[in-house]
Structure formats: C-alpha cells, structure tokens
C-alpha cells in the first residue's frame, strides 16, 4: 500500500475535521459551517465513507490532506509530516524529502534566535536594562520564561554574527527578517536593536517570528512595536500574539479576550486570564476572526482607542460579526489599558468580564457620552451613527431589540426607527436547497434541477437498489452529468445486489468522481426518511410531467405544420400520440397527492 493511502487508512476525516470545528450528524454524512468562508446555514460536508469534504458554499474540497493544508496553512510536505505523525506511520525516504521544506530551516533559525535573545535577557549583564523594566512592569520570571522573552542587544550585528557561527547563511537569516541588508548593497545589521523580544509561535509551536518593544524612549522616529516582515514561515494577518499559549484554556472556557499590547496578554495570564490574544500590529483580519472562530463563540475586546469611533476597530468588530461571534466589550474603572488596570487593581480584570457588556449598549453608551439625546439634532446624530451599526445585526431578533431600545432612548416611534433602519440593511439572503426553490426556474433549468435532485434522493439511499433507479426511463432525465451517472448507476446495480457507495465509487472516472460527490455530500437531513421518499416520488412525476409537457409543446407544432402542408397520413398519426400523451399528463395529475408539495 502506499504511504499516503495508509496514512488515510489510519485517520479518520470525521476525527480529524470534528478536533478543529463542530460537526452534526446529517444522514450519512456530517455537515457544519465552513471554516473557510463565513455563511449562517451550513454548507459544509464531510463524507465518512467517502472520506471528503465539499463546502457548496464557497468550492472547497478535498481528502484529509487538502483540508490540513488549507485549515492549518501547510505546504503538502508539512501536512505529510503532520498527518503521519498522527498516524503513527514512519515516512519512508521518498516522502521524507516531501515532507522536509525549507520552512524547517527557518524555524530553526528563528528557534536559535529566540534561544539566544532570551539568553540576553536571562543571563548577561547587556539584558539588565530589560530585566529591569520588566520587574517595573511587574512581569514574574515564570511568565519570562513561559512565553520565552527575550532582548535584542544595541549592536548592529551581534545576531546575525551568532546565526553564522551555527552554519546559517546571511540570506537565509535575511530570509527569517532577523537581518536587513544595507541600502548600500554591501553587508547587513540586525533589524532588533535595544528591544524586549516577543517570540510569537503559529498553532503547531513553530518559531515562526518577533514582536520587539523598544526600550530606549530616545530613538528618534523608531517604533514602539517592531515585527518580523512577512516571511515564508510569518503572515501576520494570520497569527494572533498569544493564540499558541491560550488554546487550551479557550477550549475550556469558549470565551476569548481581545486586546492590543503584548504586555497586556502576560498581566492577563498573571491574573488567571491565559485566554487572551492581539493581532499583530494590524487591524484584525478575516483571516485572524476565522481562527478564533475555531476556539470560541464568545469575544470581550479590551482596547485603549475609542473604538466607537475608531475605524479600524468598527471593520474588525464587523469581521467578527460576521464570523458569528458574540461581542463584548470590557471597561475598567482606573487605568488606560488592561495592564494598567492591573496594576492599579489586581482584581481588575475579574471585575471587568463579570460586568462586560454587549458591544451593541457599548455603541448606544458611548454615543449618549458624546450628544444629549434630549437635543433633536443630537437624537439625528445619534441614529445616523448607530442605525448602519443595528441595521446589520443578523439576527432578527437581537437587531429588532436594539432598534427598540433606540427608539426608547430617543423617544422616537419605533415605526420610524425600523424604516430607517431598513435603508441600511443590505444582507444577502442564500436560500437553501429545496423544491421551493426549484420550483423559481425556468422550465429548461428546473428539468435539470429536478434530476439533480432524484439523483441526489437515490445516491444517498443506503439500500438503493435496482427497481429504485428503474423507477423512471432514462430518456425522462436532463443533464449530462446527470445521464452519465445514472447510466453507471445502472449497470452497477444490474452486477451488485448490494448498493455499496465506495464500489460504485470505484467504477467512476476521476471527473465523475467530482460530479458524484455534488450530489453525494447535499445536505438532506432536514429531511426525514418519509419526507425523502415523498419528495422522490414526487419528483419522478414532475419530472415526467415536464418532459410529456415539452413533447406535446413540440408535438402541436408539428401538427400546425401538417395541417398547413396537408400530410393527412403523419397527421393521424401526430394526433394519437398527441392525445396519448395528454391522456398520460391527466394520469399523473391525477395520482398526485395534494398533501404533497406541488410546483
């Protein structure tokens, strides 16, 4: 067997996906909301049997493989290395040169670098001025340790001197942003200078990169925060400061806190609060929202910006939105920021999560702060800049909530809150996949749409047998792809008494694999077992129905045409299939069942 299908053979896809987001049990297979796109009704499907993945949301799909490589941002030769570890399968030396990238080199380099900053900082006499502020900030030697702080000396080329002495060349330490080279073209200086050194890890514990605070308030124009530039190994819209060392916690809690400062998140975790994480010197990106999306439901955002009116902060607060996250935000009696709260009161933090509130009052809070709701220009003011913010509240009933509570608060009629309020909504609305929504197409387009879905109805049955599929002529169906795999359904079950998914699978060809699993992974479970058979019953009639209706369409034209060139003989026998194929519709009409849907 080969090491990729035994590797597949030990993992289970269900295991593997369900340890990152939460799947449901739908029919045969699991459905959830997709990790790669944010949508309100699941779309995303994962086949035991099949061991796939398919989102009919956004495309994506794949085996155990592709869904690593995209979820975890991997190359295949890091998903290989990953997933064989998993499955405790020893790469032979053709996939151990796949598996080995030159994002291994720069991990070790980065790994060396924090290893020698923290050296600095722990162990020499040039990281006092670091020790010395961090004992100011009141940082203990366990978090120093922990979270593997480090300083970055005032030399210009004390690191890249170290690098080379372990066998690292200057492009390759140039590759990892630890060097920069000279405008000159001629030699390189260390980018961290006079810094307290941040190592910041992805989700597997790699050294990836640094955030470096500078210490020496003197510098002229320099950075409070300096980051690794983005490198093969570092995407800081990506990676949030903080996630590798909270992951644990957040799975307990299913609750994250979001703040800005790398000194904010180790007071935090000194306090009892590891559940806490910042983007790195950006705004938050979807990417970053994603990623909490895999731990939490719940985020409490503690900013020292307004971040009412601020921005960047308003897009970040929508991208979380839209990842479905309640939003809270923290306050603190005493202090600018988190840390400073802290340090004022070490119950700070505590006090603040008990009393956090939704980020929803906190816009109607701090617009109250800035304009008197008593002034009739204020009141517009007040609705102009809340009204956009309400109006995009996905869920109907929190959005009407708080359009009621501004309407009280500016006693206004709530009539005419909630039709401004719709001026500003402009949400896309995806129906679901069902025969009402078949029943909007065109004749053409719904024929097609109709064998898709007896197609579907069949492929998921897990009894599926012969009679099944001979239920209705072939002729009836539209659709290439619809044709060709209900022909290989046939003479597959015409060989096989047992109707077994991964056989039939067997017989397909790699592009009618893709076409199968269209159908094979739609969702069907908000379906019972009756309802399925009501609906395939129902959906052979149409089906005949659309087709009988196009053919006597086809047939009058014909017989306009017979009568005006007076061919008696085809004449005669146009009208007997004409009058055969409307006593067939009038059967059908009749054998409909009215409790049924009808289209």
Known sequence: MDQLEEIKSKLDIVTIIGERITLKKAGRNFKARCPFHSEETPSFMVSPERQIFKCFGCGEGGDIFGFIMKYEHLEFGEALKFLAEKAGVKLKQEYKKQATSDKDLYYKINFLAAEFFHYLLAKDKIGQKARDYLKERNIKETSVKEFNLGYAADSWDLLGRFLQKKGYTLPQIEKCGLIVQKTSGRGYYDRFRQRLMFPIFDLQGNMVG?????????????????????????NKGRLLFGLFQAKESLRQKNEIILTEGNIDIISSHQAGFPNIVAPLGTALTPDQARLIKRYVE????????????DKASRRGIEILENEGLNIKVLEFEKGKDLDEALQINKDALNNAVSKAISIYDFYLKSALNRYSAADPFAKKKIAQELLPLFAKIINPIIRAHYLQKLATTLEIEEETIFKEADKYQNRIITPKFSMQVLSKSSEKDLLERLSEYLLTLNLQKEDLTLVDVKSIDIKYLEGEKVILLWTKLVDYLKNNKQFLISEFYATLEPEEVKFADEFFLLDLSYLTEIE???????CIKKIKELFLRRKQKSLQEEIVKAEEGGLESQLKKMSEEFRDISQKLHELDQSRDPRHFII
């Open 210 to 234: 640094f955030s470096g605070r500078i210490l020496n308030s003197k510098i002229k124009d320099a950075p409070k925060y300096l980051n690794t530039p983005e490198t093969p190994i570092y």
């Open 298 to 309: 719940n985020v409490l955002l503690s900013f020292d910006i307004d971040i009412a009116g």
């Open 532 to 538: 399925k058979e009501r609906e395939e019953e129902d």
